[in-house]
């Protein structure tokens, strides 16, 4: 009866072995999770300098206008100004103080200057953001399918760990009922002297 509890114990501090090691199976893809997110903010770190340094300066001030023209500071400067210019030129006391009454001709022409310059340089800016988020997806892409291979193999571990686990606790279990009968018939024996 002794050596069944002792077998019992065995099992069971060989399930909570098992136990601990899909703990640590699951440490282990946790600390795979924040590597791979170190990993590539420290890529995109680097993409980020290696962009700094490539870009020209003709580049980056493109990049300011674009992002200074697609902003509400931007929205409520030219709404100001527009603003401004019709008030001006319509409610002015005297010819003298318009210098463009309506149809605003020259209000027209300064709006199709704006528009002009200003489509080509966020093109500019959008063709470059569009190379850069290419290069990006593509780097994402590459520690995406890395880590996934990673977890792969891990998976591919815990199945094993576990096959093996089971066929450890079959093997176990068969032991225990061999050890089981032959203690059975170890004390019939014993009774029957």
Sequence with gaps: MAKTKDMDAAAEKI???????????????????GLVAEFEQRIHSKVNEEYD????????????IAQFGGSWRFIVIFFAVLALWIVINSLALTKAVRFDGPPFIL???????????????????????????????????????????EIDDMQGHLHRLE???????????????EIKALLRSTDAKGKAD
């Design 163 to 177: 096959a093996d686990f089971a066929s450890f606790r079959s093997e176990t279990k068969r032991d225990m009922e």
């Design 53 to 64: 340094k490539t870009t020209r300066w003709p580049d980056k001030l493109a990049d300011r």
């Design 15 to 33: 399930e909570k072995e098992a136990e601990l090691a899909r703990d640590d199976l699951s440490r282990y893809s946790s600390r795979l999770n």
């Design 107 to 149: 209000l027209n022409l300064v709006l199709s200057f704006l528009a002009g310059f200003q489509a080509p340089i966020i093109m500019m800016s959008q063709n470059r953001q569009a190379a850069r988020d290419k290069r990006e997806s593509m780097i994402d892409y590459a520690i995406n399918y890395k880590a996934e291979l």
